[in-house]
């Protein structure tokens, strides 16, 4: 199993829609996670991290399943501007920060 | 005031050259990292460094070689450059190593012809 893996999309949205991605990890012991957002020759940002007890942040809400080790990130009434690649990060072995290679979203009006 | 920047944004040179790109935070964080971003968009770590000694050193060619002079600073010089080298370098930062966020640099894209 790769160490962070994601589904590289494009996922093609109408505007207002829901959209949820998933990303798996493959190093159990791993105890931090986070939602990056990436849009077009720009730097990753921080998005959102992900709580074990899940957490939500206006229409979008990450959540943690360790059992079967995925993350995920749902959003809600989709925008225009939510047309970006999404970057599932985990910190993997030693402590290093792996970051999947990002699912790419396009918001259609 | 911009937290990480990276400098140059652009760097287009010959296959062969030997060049350097700067990058400084202004946060104080302790970690400092460089990641290449190919063609393909993959984010791939190349080094770590925690308050100026190397954490992470991935399987990177030696003719990349990072300096860290102090915590805020870390540097990348790349040395006879190949086609392969083309990519966006992003520099980054976070308070500690390990789980922490990372801020990143406006990243710099660089063409070998």
């Known amino acids: 199993r790769k160490e962070v893996e994601q589904d590289p999309g494009p996922f093609n949205v109408p505007e207002g829609a829901t959209v949820a991605f998933n990303c798996t990890y493959s190093?159990?012991?791993?105890?931090?996670f986070f939602w990056y957002r990436q849009d077009c020759r720009k730097e990753p940002k921080l998005l959102m991290s992900v709580y074990s007890s899940g957490n939500e942040d206006g229409r979008f809400t990450a959540q943690l399943n360790r059992a079967s080790q995925y993350i995920s990130l749902l959003i809600r009434d989709s925008k225009l501007s939510d047309s970006a690649t999404y970057l599932c990060v985990v910190n993997g072995w030693g402590d290093k920060i792996i970051f999947g290679k990002g699912t790419r979203l396009h918001i259609l009006p | 005031d911009t937290a990480v920047s990276q400098t140059p944004k652009y760097l287009v040179t010959q296959m062969g050259n030997d060049k350097s790109i700067k990058c400084e935070q202004n946060l104080g964080h302790d970690t400092m990292y460089w990641y290449k971003q190919d063609s393909k968009k993959f984010l791939k770590i190349m080094f770590s460094?925690?308050?100026?000694?190397?954490?992470i050193n991935e399987t990177v060619p030696n003719r990349f070689s990072p300096k860290s002079p102090d915590k805020a600073h870390l540097n990348l010089h790349i040395n006879s450059l190949e086609l392969g080298d083309s990519a966006v370098y992003f520099c980054?930062?976070?308070?500690?190593?390990?789980?922490?966020?990372?801020?990143f640099g406006a990243g710099t894209r660089l063409s070998v012809l």
């Open positions: 980054a930062s976070s308070e500690t190593t390990g789980g922490d966020i990372q801020y």
């Open positions: 190093n159990s012991a791993s105890q931090s």
């Open positions: 460094y925690n308050n100026k000694e190397l954490i």
